[in-house]
């Protein structure tokens, strides 16, 4: 049995935390032998995306579907702040809909992946009354790494002053954080998006801290997420491999 609510009081509480609307947050559970399933959070979450908390609410979790500010007029690091603010909204919700609040699980595609990345890589944003972070599944994500990206398209959300891109690069705080990583890219990525993915692997790989490499060569930018849920379990099981092993 499955339970959707889509709830305009919960973004109403980030709300109230940030100072600024964030859209309506979504929560997929089902009912489970396990009564402390862990939970994904995943971003962005848009009606679009609805398919994967509803793939996490049939495999045994929570999915927790939540989107983000968005620029122009949300810029860096709004979306790092977007995310300590749903964890402390997870961590002081998330049992009321069956899930473990100490088995939470991020999941960013795309832009989503970039703020997922950067909420690990800088400890500032951490607060006390946020969730734990079990670990976290990257799609087709960017930028990793700032200073070798094109920034052109995104100035909207970083600025053009690229003496700032450095220290807005999450790769060297990742590199520091020990929790654990699935890096899921694609064949039909465009080449840069791609590439941040290759270089992210490699140099995890060299901080002693492989990820969990999943390279889907027939996928696209797109379909890598929209995948989920279907007949297409080429990602899905080691997502599940990759939850079950951290819990």
């Known amino acids: 049995m499955s339970v959707t609510a889509i709830m305009d009081a919960l973004a109403e509480q980030i709300d109230g935390q940030l100072g600024t609307a964030i859209p309506n947050l979504q929560v997929e559970n089902r009912l489970h032998p396990n009564p402390t399933p862990p939970s994904i959070d995943i971003y962005p979450g848009t009606p679009f995306t609805d398919n994967i908390p509803l793939w996490a609410a049939r495999n045994g979790m929570v999915g927790v579907n939540v989107n983000y500010r968005l620029a122009p007029k949300a810029t860096w690091p709004a979306g790092t702040e977007d995310m300590a603010a749903i964890l402390r909204w997870t961590k002081a919700n998330i049992a009321a809909h069956g899930g473990d609040p100490a088995k939470v699980f991020l999941l960013g595609w795309s832009a989503g992946a970039h703020h997922v990345v950067s909420y690990l890589a800088f400890p500032q ?64 990525d465009p080449p840069g998006i791609e590439q ?35 007949k297409d379990v080429e990602l899905t099981n080691q997502i599940l491999e990759f939850v079950r092993a951290g819990k």
């Open 125 to 188: 944003f951490h607060a006390p009354d946020a969730s734990p972070v079990a670990g976290a599944i990257l799609l087709s994500g960017a930028p990793y790494d700032t200073t070798v990206f094109d920034m052109k398209p995104i100035e909207a959300y970083f600025g053009t002053d690229a003496s700032k891109y450095p220290g807005q690069s999450p790769t060297p705080g990742l590199l520091k954080s020990k929790i654990p990583l699935l890096v899921a890219f694609a064949g039909l």
């Open 196 to 230: 941040q993915s290759i270089d992210l692997v490699e140099a995890l790989c060299k901080a002693q801290h492989c990820p969990h490499r999943v390279f889907l060569k027939t996928h696209s930018h797109m379909s890598i997420g929209a995948a989920i849920g279907t």
